[in-house]
């Protein structure tokens, strides 16, 4: 008996080892891994639902291509079951028992200005950020009306025992003019002794996702880490993005199918199916992007270039449904394998507004060195906009993952892209 059981594991750990990986994936891509997340118990049990499901056809895809990883369906049914039970009461008990605190940096601001306001502002958007700020410290030259009076401190020791007395782990550098007075001497001592020190940029950076433009000094953008190049990434992504894109044109061919006979059946028989346009890509050299097309044959017949609105007229009944459900982008799968576009990367933009956005954003150039993608972080991270003050905001993010673009990264947004598809974040 002893013998059997023995066999019976070493044949059905390879599967269940498997199966618990994929489960897990789907689990991220429905953000069950953000602490941020916050649903009531049935929102926790639709998300743990959809990525225990996602993640077992997943499973069963694979096992279909690899024999010996194929499980019972009832060992998948009733794992399934337990999955989502033990996902939920885990995040429910995580939530109920840990004190939100108990994790978060403790931080002291140097500076009290407008940059050390960019803090106080990010403070009172969210109670969930991952640091409580102890202090600020007051800086010569700063903008005293930026941060609350009762939020300032004046040291009456030095900055090391302050730190330890109030058991700070970081210090932020946030003054608003550096060539004023700087204590040199007692941030090194702090850091001596370990508490960290870092700059406003790098600080907004970790803690929103994003590049902030408002607090930027353009030598921070040749100075600070990232923005590298591998051609050993490159090529590993490029493997991705065809693997990727025939999965996905296998999995979508049945919708892209019924995408073409909606359309078809809405306009008529010779009504055209996709839609061509200008897009500016790597480098900025222009390619001709392809989607299912969404809005009426002359949307734009005065020949002038138009954002597309939320609730935008001349979208037609079928142009809603296959863009709220980014149907429309799946033709952009041929893009990819072309290689003029990759899986994730930022939105190409047309020409028109890329020329105008140049003169008046700030490194908006910058976003085109590296291949736009189907998806991106900015996708995730920032509804659908249809403005030049979205673009600015959406290019905060593209320059986050520009200056952290990394295999790694590349495959986290391609999995969380499936939690903005089933929810419907950012549909338009």
């Not at 007075?181 to 950076?205: H, K, N, T």
């Not at 607090?215 to 990727?244: K, Q």
């Not at 892209?256 to 809405?266: F, P, Q, R, S, T």
């Not at 839609?275 to 222009?286: E, I, L, M, S």
Request: glycine content about 8%; aromatic content about 8%; overall charge positive.
């Amino acid at each position: 008996n002893n013998i059997s059981g023995a066999n019976n594991f070493i044949q059905l750990w390879p599967g269940a080892l498997t199966h618990a990986i994929c489960v897990f994936l789907g689990l991220i891509a429905m953000g069950l891994h953000n602490s941020r997340q916050r649903s009531r118990i049935l929102g926790l049990l639709a998300r743990a639902g959809m990525g225990v499901v996602g993640g077992t056809v997943c499973f069963l895809v694979i096992a279909q291509v690899v024999a010996h990883l194929r499980l019972d369906r009832t060992v998948l049914l009733a794992s399934g079951v337990m999955m989502i039970g033990a996902c939920v009461a885990l995040r429910l008990l995580f939530e109920w028992l840990v004190d939100e605190n108990l994790f978060k940096r403790r931080v002291l601001v140097y500076g009290a200005g407008r940059m050390a306001g960019s803090i106080a502002t990010l403070r009172r958007r969210s109670d969930r950020r991952g640091f409580t700020a102890v202090a600020y410290l007051p800086a010569d030259g700063d903008d005293s009306a930026s941060v609350d009076a009762a939020q300032k401190i004046a040291l009456d020791t030095d900055m090391l025992k302050f730190c330890e007395a109030h058991h700070v782990d970081e210090i932020v550098v946030a003054m608003d003019d550096r060539r004023r007075r700087f204590p040199m001497d007692q941030l090194l001592e702090c850091r001596l002794d370990g508490i960290e020190i870092i700059d406003v940029v790098s600080f907004l950076e970790r803690e929103t996702g994003k590049v902030r433009l408002d607090v930027l000094n353009p030598s921070w953008m040749i100075f600070s880490d990232g923005f590298r190049r591998g051609n050993l990434n490159a090529a590993l992504e490029r493997v991705c993005d065809v693997l990727a894109s025939l999965a996905l044109l296998i999995l979508a061919l049945p919708f892209m199918v019924l995408a073409v006979l909606a359309i078809k059946l809405e306009d008529g028989w010779r009504a055209t199916i996709f839609y061509r346009q200008d897009r500016v890509g790597q480098y900025g050299k222009t390619f001709r992007l392809l989607k299912f097309r969404s809005m009426r044959e002359d949307a734009e017949r005065d020949g002038k270039a138009q954002w597309a609105q939320k609730n935008d007229a001349r979208v037609t009944r079928v142009g809603s449904v296959i863009r709220k459900t980014r149907i429309d982008e799946l033709p952009q799968i041929l893009n990819v394998l072309r290689g003029e576009m990759s899986f994730v990367g930022p939105r190409p933009e047309r020409p028109e507004f890329v020329s105008r956005l140049n003169e008046r954003v700030p490194f908006y150039r910058e976003r085109h060195t590296i291949k736009p993608g189907i998806t991106g972080w900015a996708q995730l991270c920032y509804p659908y906009g249809s403005s030049e003050q979205d673009s600015l905001e959406k290019l905060q993010y593209d320059l986050f993952y520009v200056k952290n673009h990394s295999l790694l990264f590349y495959l986290a947004v391609l999995v969380q892209t499936v939690e903005v598809i089933v929810m419907r974040r950012g549909a338009r």
